[in-house]
């Protein structure tokens, strides 16, 4: 009989004991980290980012300098702004109009793919030489080597 109401006691005060756990876990109702969320507000550590390539949010918690950090894509992943790359650099990367994130150079530059000498080209930047010239027997702008002395962007005569 003793041993039944230990029991009985026991089942009834074990639910308080397991919400306020809950109630604890959460300091006041925020999420805690990996809990979905929409906004900064929702959790505890103030910081509400995606974290992979789903749309869902997550609560996260600050880096070291308390920024709150999303996730970004790394290299090779499509992108349509820098700011969706690891990298901070998306640029086409071939003649394929898609854009990637892809590595900065060893200047910290985000260089985009550029079309070789003989391609069709509407301006400079285009080209990887640089310069694009008009030529009359197509009547058509490619993309040509620099020539001369000092390797400008001239028209083969």
């Not at 869902?56 to 600050?62: G, I």
């Not at 000498?117 to 310069?131: A, K, L, M, P």
């Not at 694009?132 to 083969?156: D, E, K, T, W, Y």
Request: net charge positive.
């Amino acid at each position: 009989m003793a041993r039944m109401v230990w029991s009985l006691l026991l089942l009834l005060l074990l639910p308080p004991l397991f919400l306020t756990g809950i109630q604890d876990r959460r300091k006041g109702g925020h999420k805690v980290i990996r809990e979905p969320c929409e906004h900064h507000e929702e959790c505890q550590s103030r910081c509400c980012v995606t974290n992979n390539l789903s749309p869902q949010r997550f609560c996260t918690p600050k880096t070291f300098f308390l920024q709150c950090l999303s996730w970004t894509k790394p290299n090779g992943y499509s992108c349509q702004d820098h700011s969706e790359c690891h990298s901070e650099c998306c640029v086409r990367s071939s003649q394929v109009p898609m854009q990637f994130c892809t590595s900065k150079t060893v200047f910290l530059q985000c260089v985009p793919w550029r079309k070789p000498n003989g391609e069709f080209c509407r301006s400079h930047s285009q080209c990887w030489s640089q310069c694009c010239l008009h030529v009359p027997q197509i009547s058509a702008f490619r993309c040509s080597a620099r020539n001369g002395i000092l390797a400008q962007c001239l028209p083969l005569s």
